[in-house]
């Protein structure tokens, strides 16, 4: 059997995402596998008036920086916790606009 390396754990923090977060650290413990868990950002359109012409650009650049950095905090929190179990954890923050 091939021995597992890392193991992705994709999360949007919410409470039915802890049991697969829970099994993935069990995971990764039993396996001496890197757990990395992994963030995609939401990033939300501003809804703006039809008679404003745009939306400042440094508005959209500091909304974007902000829930990074809220996520980013909540995966280190989660990072902790794996690693006060023995796990060794990467977290890593991703981005996109909704679909």
Known sequence: ????????????FSEP???AWEFAQRLAR???ATLLLLHVVPISWIP????VPFVDP???RRLV????RAAL???DQLAHEAQ??????RVEIKWRPPR
């Open 1 to 12: 059997m091939k021995r597992l390396h890392r193991i992705l754990c994709a999360t949007e």
């Open 17 to 19: 995402w802890r049991p």
């Open 30 to 32: 039993a396996t001496d």
């Open 48 to 51: 703006v008036p039809i008679e």
């Open 58 to 60: 440094e508005i959209s």
């Open 65 to 68: 920086k902000d829930s990074c």
């Open 73 to 75: 905090e909540r995966l």
């Open 84 to 89: 006060d179990l023995g796990v060794r954890v």
